[in-house]
């Protein structure tokens, strides 16, 4: 689909695991299709609930089939799938501008109802990209779009000299220990992914700020920001804040970490002060670091007892396995289980002798029960967790299916992302217990407390800036502050000032490091993934609260409860439907997003962070 009001139909891009991302990118031109639904009427309250009402099912129709396309173009790309996937979104997305632009003449209308009016509001900002009202803008932006997509999914790196698959490149990264094959691969990664990019990624930009302007914002950017129940403004201001709650621990986390890569390589790999090298930290994009916690573990402290990757193996469990498993958690709280054609359709694994996306997400191709997952899993803990996350898109997308088209989406798209984040907090060591892989005798005890929560911090909260940093980056392209001519230079100053990371190797403007993550060539929204990390903290607080937990937050497992199942569904089968505080409310009972919760589960690991962090230059 190429709205976001219609999140539902695209793959959703799980952005914090090391997989991640959705379908071709939400774009749209304003040039005029026979089939529109253009309203007659006057301008009247009755009029713009008809004109509402005929673009609903217009879309709902049309959106299944470009589901469809899209579906086989991310597990079956070729010249021929990404010419299907364009052709479908260059349809979809000419309705969806002209669309836009008459949603935003209705809004002027006296007297709306509160739900037109909302729906109005969404139908004007649902684009992600919109193509101006030149001729051709629609198929030069679509085919940009699929072209990037597709250049991305078919993104190779290299492992001492030889090819090696982007699904492949990650695995290494997170278990390779030599620096000069790390830095091989990123560079190769960035090199042969990002680079190519460049040209069309500009001129992208060009055409998606042209329409814009067109439907009256400034520029993409704060089109996207348009989208919070807020002013793009007033977005940014609480974006700022919920990272100065936060930041403290993060910097912390950063101490810790580069001194102990510094005690394991070495001045000359990793110094003592400044910024951390980005291929030492276990993942591609430095967006996550619990890969390398054997490097961190504290002495004791470190060893949590088990491995979850070693306790799936034990068992000889599947990925289907692993995948029943998740399953199994939401079933618990009283969803019903997934559809039979979930098994028959999704893709669990890599298929043999083709080119697929690996990235992993979440699809409701019809809006009702063809919910499905894509992924390439493999039999270990992350992906576990990834699993976990993924299904909370579509026990999300199924809760909502009783909305309205304009409704069928998260309270926002932070909600979609922190659902499953949220229910993955509970794999804690109990849960584990509860499900048969772990051994109770097995449980580790309060002295090893340090160890899991270091652990948990190592993904969490290293996430952070760099899910933060993304979209700051985009909004600076858009709004011009920072150019063509430094798109490199912008991505590395932010990677450096929100991250305190630094390329293992040297980059120029030649290069085009962001386009080697795939939001960007996809176009996905990133602050989504900011929200989620914070939202999840504030849901699994909630939840621990209404089951009766009374041990250390970070212990809590609600699996089983079905009391937070009722108070959960109440909140995801609102959709859109509602502003997102309204949401927030209905199972938390506030109506403002905090980064306390956060820093409430993470409070001892803080005090013993601070602890060994004493006398060592912190910052960069």
């Known amino acids: 689909m190429k ?26 031109s304003s040039q005029a299709t026979p089939d529109m639904i253009v309203s007659n009427q006057a301008r009247t309250p009755e009029g713009a609930r008809q004109f509402i009402a005929g ?44 669309y836009a632009k008459e949603a935003a003449e209705w809004s002027k209308v006296a007297g709306l109802d509160p739900d037109t009016a909302r729906k109005l509001n969404i139908l004007r900002g649902a684009l992600i990209l919109a193509a101006p009202s030149t001729p051709g803008a629609a198929a030069e932006l679509n085919t940009i779009s699929t072209r990037l997509s597709s250049t991305y999914g078919k993104g190779r790196a290299t492992l001492n000299g030889k090819e090696i698959t982007g699904d492949v490149a990650e695995e290494q990264m997170g ?19 990002g680079r190519p990019m460049r040209t069309d990624y500009t001129r992208m930009v060009e055409i998606a700020n042209q329409g814009a302007k067109e439907l009256g914002y400034a520029d993409s950017g704060a089109m996207w920001r348009s989208q919070y129940d807020m002013t793009p403004q007033e977005f940014s201001a609480m974006y700022d804040r919920l990272w100065s709650e936060v930041k403290p621990l993060y910097d912390q986390l950063h101490c810790y970490t580069r001194d102990r890569l510094n005690a394991k390589y070495g001045n000359a790999i990793q110094p003592r002060t400044g910024p951390i090298r980005a291929d030492l930290l276990g993942n591609m994009w430095a967006q996550e670091w619990g890969n390398i916690y ?73 809006n009702k029960d063809d919910l499905r997952i894509k992924m390439c899993t493999k039999v270990n803990g992350e992906d576990l967790v990834t699993i976990h996350h993924e299904l909370g898109h579509n026990f999300y997308q199924r809760a909502y299916n009783q909305q309205p088209y304009l409704y069928l989406n998260g309270a926002n798209d932070g909600f979609h992302e922190a659902i499953g984040d ?25 002295s090893k407390d340090t160890g899991l929560l270091l652990r948990q911090a190592m993904d969490k909260v290293a996430f952070l800036p760099f899910g933060l940093m993304v979209d700051k980056w985009r909004w600076g392209v858009f709004d011009g502050s920072i150019s063509p001519q430094n798109y490199e230079a912008g991505w590395n100053q932010l990677r450096l000032q929100y991250q305190g990371i630094t390329p293992p190797t ?26 989620a990390r914070i939202l999840q903290f504030q849901f699994y607080k909630a939840a621990c609260d209404m089951s009766g937990w009374k041990g250390p937050l970070h212990r809590c497992s609600f699996y089983g409860n079905k009391q937070v199942g009722q108070r959960l569904n109440a909140m995801l089968e609102m959709g859109a439907s509602k502003p997102w505080p309204d949401a927030l409310e209905a199972f938390t009972g506030s109506r403002e997003m905090s980064g306390k919760p956060m820093l409430e589960y993470f409070a001892p690991l803080q005090r013993w962070l601070e602890e060994q962090n004493k006398g060592k230059t912190c910052g960069w």
């Not at 949220?422 to 804690?428: D, E, G, H, P």
Request: aromatic share 10%; net charge negative; with cysteine.
């Open 175 to 193: 278990e390779l220990r030599d620096p000069k094959k790390t830095a091989e691969i990123w560079t190769s990664w960035n090199n042969n992914v």
């Open 422 to 446: 949220f229910i993955a907090l509970s794999v804690t060591p109990e849960y584990l217990v509860q499900i048969g892989l772990l051994d109770r005798a097995k449980v580790p005890d309060a």
């Open 506 to 531: 040297q980059r120029t403007e030649a290069d085009f490091d962001p386009g080697a993550k795939y939001h960007i060539p996809a176009s996905t929204p990133y602050a989504r993934y900011f929200l």
């Open 294 to 366: 054997d490097v961190v573990a504290p002495k004791g402290a470190g060893d949590v007892g088990y491995d979850v990757t070693e306790l799936l193996k034990a068992k000889k469990k599947t990925p289907t396995d692993m995948v029943r498993i998740g399953e199994g958690f939401y079933t618990s709280l009283g969803f019903a289980p997934l559809p039979d054609t979930f098994w028959k359709r999704s893709q669990i694994v890599r298929p043999e002798g083709r080119e697929v996306i690996c990235h992993a997400s979440a699809w409701d191709l019809d």
């Open 55 to 98: 673009v609903e099912k217009d879309l709902f129709d049309l959106g299944v089939i470009s589901a469809r396309s899209q579906w086989v173009n991310a597990t079956y790309i070729t010249d021929d799938t990404d010419a299907v996937a364009a052709y479908f979104g260059t349809i979809q997305t000419e309705k969806g501008v002209n």
């Open 3 to 28: 709205l976001a009001a219609s999140v539902s139909l695209v793959a959703l891009a799980l952005g914090a695991c090391s997989v991640a991302a959705p379908g071709p990118v939400q774009t749209a």
